[in-house]
């Protein structure tokens, strides 16, 4: 088990850019697989990206590739989200999750797979 918090989200106009930082605590951090997700009013937890235990694996919704930068630093027990050209439907809140897997797979995406959340950071782009 990993307990996470996540920073970085602030007001910012469409077009601007953010770093999300999901800071880890627990031994072992590079036996997880991380995603990243939202929650915007009114629809349904999504899976914004993700990234395997080592790195080597990225994944991204359609909706962000591109744009959207997920890495993370293993040394540190941090994973970073960069987030540019944002626009106003990426308004949300954001979270941190994480998973135990026993292998360099990247393939979890529902919110159901990940075990441990954090509380969330508040993302806002004004149109």
């Known amino acids: 088990q990993v307990q996470l918090v996540e920073s970085g989200g602030r007001l910012v106009q469409a077009g601007g850019s953010l770093r999300l930082t999901c800071a880890a605590s627990?031994?072992?951090?590079?036996?997880?697989?991380m995603g990243w997700f939202r929650h915007a009013p009114g629809r349904e937890r999504e899976c914004v990206s993700a990234?395997?235990?080592?790195?080597?694996?990225?994944y991204y919704t359609n909706s962000v590739k591109g744009r959207f930068t997920i890495s993370r630093d293993n040394a540190k027990n941090l994973v970073f989200l960069q987030m540019n050209n944002l626009k106003a439907e990426a308004t949300a809140v954001y979270y941190c999750?994480?998973?135990?897997?026993?292998?360099?797979?990247?393939?979890?995406?529902?919110?159901?797979?990940?075990?441990?959340w954090g509380q969330g950071t508040q993302v806002t782009v004004s149109s």
């Open positions: 627990g031994r072992a951090f590079n036996m997880y697989s």
């Open positions: 999750a994480a998973r135990a897997t026993p292998s360099e797979t990247n393939r979890y995406r529902q919110r159901r797979d990940y075990d441990d």
């Open positions: 990234i395997s235990r080592n790195g080597g694996n990225t």
